[in-house]
């Protein structure tokens, strides 16, 4: 088998990838334009593949020897004014639920005068969404950062009990002062009972009267 019918599978090959029409055989003659118009002609689907891969190969070898994703990444995770995770750090888009459950002594009276054993009921709950922001932020030469942390407590009425309801529950800043007796002489005792008691009358007492918003917020 000789090389003609080899060179005749590649021109047809190279025909059909790129569109062009068959040479014509023969010994009849064929203007120079009509060769140029029927073999010089190339699909514009062909055209656009060969861009689009000339395309991808130069893009590749951009982004090998251009780290763009470590500079994003980067860029983006910093901690510094302006980037993404600023924001959420400074600011978080989360909203806390705060439930607060009291328990609500119902014998009081006879816990004082009679010595029973306090009767505990749980009354809840009292629901707070929590807001927090950082403010104050200041970056320092050091690559640290300072700021103050700002929490806002709001009530939600309709998933919480009345925070006006009056609960009676201990007199903690009492039982935190009255803890340190066994450490003071019993006339300095006795001398600072009896001016609380005439100072604050009704807040000397083991019990006191108080809504759920001012135990919460003092």
Not at 123 to 136: I, S
Request: proline letters at 6%; aromatic letters at 12%; charged letters at 20%.
């Amino acid at each position: 088998m000789g090389h003609k019918p080899y060179i005749a599978v590649g021109q047809s090959a190279r025909n059909r990838l790129f569109g062009w029409a068959p040479r014509i055989s023969g010994d009849k003659q064929v203007p120079l334009s009509m060769l140029i118009s029927q073999q010089g002609k190339i699909s514009h689907g062909r055209v656009a593949v060969i861009m689009f891969s000339i395309c991808t190969v130069v893009l590749g070898i951009i982004l090998s020897f251009v780290p763009w994703l470590d500079y994003i990444i980067f860029r983006e995770l910093r901690l510094w004014n302006g980037s993404i995770s600023y924001s959420y750090w400074q600011k978080p888009g989360v909203n806390r639920l705060t439930k607060v459950y009291i328990f609500n002594v119902t014998n009081p009276q006879g816990f004082i005068e009679n010595g029973e054993k306090p009767k505990l009921v749980e009354v809840g709950p009292f629901v707070y969404r929590e807001n927090m922001e950082k403010v104050n932020i200041k970056f320092h030469d050091n690559d640290t950062v300072t700021y103050q942390h700002n929490k806002i407590l709001r009530f939600v009425p309709e998933l919480s009990v009345d925070k006006n309801l009056k609960l009676v529950v201990p007199n903690i800043p009492l039982l935190t002062v009255t803890s340190f007796s066994h450490h003071m002489a019993g006339f300095l005792f006795n001398m600072f009972v009896t001016g609380l008691d005439l100072t604050y009358r009704e807040r000397a007492k083991p019990f006191v009267d108080v809504t759920a918003e001012q135990l919460v917020f003092g």
